[in-house]
């Protein structure tokens, strides 16, 4: 099938600066076979088009490049999609509520089990963690989990504890806490990190999951934000042959792009799919592997160089891991020549994984471009930001905490590093490549809200979280387009508006370069197109 878009603003999102894209956009975009065979002058594509090409009238609305995320938890986000929501709860008593519907909704008895996802402590008005004491006025008897909206923090019942065997002898798991009734070391059902997968652990072959309507939904989500290209972001063994199997299937509309993480057999996975490591088969890639080393900043768990304010003396958080064995695990990567993707929020995170990363170049002598990629980057300092752009190691920034947690992180880290969250500016400053991302499901697959975080810098109450941290549009555009092409080795088939390139475009109302600054989170995304096919149309 052949296009022509015109009469409408063309971003290409190749040119250097917003100038330029501007004084230089074509009138128009012509697409053959799923592919952009040019773009020029409206009458010159439709002379060299065929006879039955589709002329598509824009009528002033806007064609870009769709959006390529550059982390989520695809999988994850499917199963959030079936557990109880409790993103809106602000209190006990309505996880209570929720939960028991959830629970009448959908018959589970004793035999079964209730996850709930979404909550925040931060927001919730007794400001604390809904523990055992609080699930157990749910139900004692069935087993259940209510993950924090961070998924570095949860709260189990007693049935759920009792089910993965945690009592007063069970000690802390590395890399993780479990929370204890004060003055004794009977646990209180709160739990952080590592210890949440000993209950995830016992609690999932009680699960049962109708994956192909699953599937479906869960693309439809990304879809409808305009994203055509999305990652499984610490994929397990089984979130591997699950997505091995609906690519197989042909179930896959959009691009999924897997990163098995490296502790949970990582690289017997890579070894089994290898055929698959930057090669798509039927939409389904492995990128490379990943490695989490701290946790949530929101949650205070992220490993920060200094203490967080508050709460107990000189706390800083923790690592996952020990400094030898994130070296060991980068130092394989690199001897692979794999890229490799690290979880840091805290700036101690970071500190390790660079240090980790420089070593194993010097230790394996590679000398490769496999543009490692820190994940957050929530608290990355300066000479980090240096370190970073000497081994072209991008900054995929998770910009939307500063809308919805600014105001925390200010409590949490004080004025200097809490206006500091995502430093986007600093880190363009010094060269280093940016993407964007919303670690669904932690938050919505919404590109637009994340560019208009970045350009406006607001929180939740309004105030301005380190406007010197801002950026241009264009610059915020390019984090979702043509940057996250880059992190994924895709940038000379994808991310921008150019002959030979895959027609993975997104129509919105509006140009995004035109509309007040303050407006980009208003847009609609009218259309999203997937290699010259519409896959989805608003009504």
Known sequence: MEQIFYNGKILTMGKNNEKEEISKAPEAVWIKDGIIAATGEFDKLVKMAGDKVIVRDLKGKCVMPSFID???????SGQALIWADLSACESFDEIIIVLREYMKKKQITKD?????FGYDHNFLKEGGQPDRRILDKVSP???????????????ANSAALEL????????????????????SNEPNGYLEEGAISIVQGALVPRIKINYAEMINELQELYIANGVTTVQDGASTEKDIKFLAQISDLGSLKIDVVAYPLMPANGKALMMEYGEKYRNYVNRFKIGGYKLVLDGSPQGRTAWMKEPYLGGETNYCGYPWMKDSVVEEYVKDAIKEKKQILAH????????QFLNAYNVALAETGCDMNLRPVMIHCQTVRNEQLDRMSKINMVASIFVGHVWYWGNIHLKNLGLERGKRISPVKDAIDRKVKVTFHQDTPVTKPNMLHSVWCAVNRISRSGDIIGAEQAVTVYEALKAVTINAAYQYFEEEIKGSIEAGKKADLIILDQSPLEVDKKEIRNIKILETIKEGKTIYADK
């Open 112 to 116: 079964g089990v209730i996850i709930g």
């Open 70 to 76: 550059s982390h989520s938890h695809f999988i994850m």
């Open 141 to 155: 008897q069935i087993p259940i989990l209510v993950l924090h909206v961070s998924a570095h923090l949860a709260c």
């Open 164 to 183: 993965a065997g945690i009592d007063d002898r069970t000690s802390n798991p590395p890399g993780g806490i479990i929370g204890r009734i004060e003055g």
């Open 344 to 351: 840091c929020n805290g700036d101690a995170a970071s500190e």
